[in-house]
Nanobody
Framework: QVQLQESGPGLVKPSQTLSLTCTVS??????????WSWIRQPPGKGLEWMGV???????YYSPSLKSRTSISRDTSKNQFSLQLSSVTPEDTAVYYCARALWRFPRYECDYWGQGTQVTVSS
């Protein structure tokens, strides 16, 4: 089975860059028709899709976060990463990585990491 696990610091200071890594096992991040997503959930709010890196390395971002977001991958380690720059306390959330079956127009997140809490505070 596919498993995903987020890792990275749980506390980030305002104005710094939030950096998380998702390690994938049980499936390759280069397998056709799959894409690898970052999603977050601020306290008391709903899920917010942040962006995705597809199996071919192409990236797509939420318009509201595009200017601050970068998703990259290391295929040799079967990992993909999130960088969110210039963070504020509004970026405090549980951050999830997830696999998506992506064959337009279908986009379905079928496997999720457990999530990791990131707090932005000085």
């Amino acid at each position: 089975q596919v498993q995903l696990q987020e890792s990275g610091p749980g506390l980030v200071k305002p104005s710094q860059t939030l950096s998380l890594t998702c390690t994938v096992s049980g499936g390759s991040i280069t397998t056709r028709n799959y894409a690898w997503s970052w999603i977050r959930q601020p306290p008391g709010k709903g899920l917010e899709w942040m962006g995705v890196i597809a199996y071919d390395g192409s990236t797509y971002y939420s318009p509201s976060l595009k200017s601050r977001t970068s998703i990259s991958r290391d295929t040799s380690k079967n990992q993909f990463s999130l960088q969110l720059s210039s963070v504020t306390p509004e970026d405090t959330a549980v951050y999830y990585c997830a696999r998506a079956l992506w064959r337009f127009p279908r986009y379905e997140c079928d496997y999720w990491g457990q999530g990791t809490q990131v707090t932005v505070s000085s």
